[in-house]
């Protein structure tokens, strides 16, 4: 049980990291990447999908990249640490979490009995 328990744990980290590896990866990329959203949306069929249930979609996506350019410019220099801190604290998290279900799993058992 508790070799599933930090096997699970394990894994779950390896995700984490790789969440936070692939973001940090995304968001160091020049933001005007995100101003070529709008043209592709707008060629392909999921543009005209999005005419029909969403009519306005258009100008609100073109808001959406003018605040996400503006977010991403002003955080560039943060970017690092910010990802840092909020993989740090996943971790811990994830890691508190395990050895609160370790504790439990150890105490649950039943004892040996000493003669």
Known sequence: MMAALWIV???ALLLWSALAAGL????SIDPAWVAELHTR???TKLGDLLDVWLGGWDE???WAIELSQGLLRSLQGWLVWILGAVWGLGT???LGITGLLHLAIRESQPKPLSS
Do not use: E, G, Q
């Open 60 to 62: 609100w996506l073109a």
């Open 9 to 11: 744990t394990a894994i």
């Open 92 to 94: 811990l998290v994830v």
């Open 24 to 27: 940090w990866a995304l968001l």
């Open 41 to 43: 949306m707008a060629d």
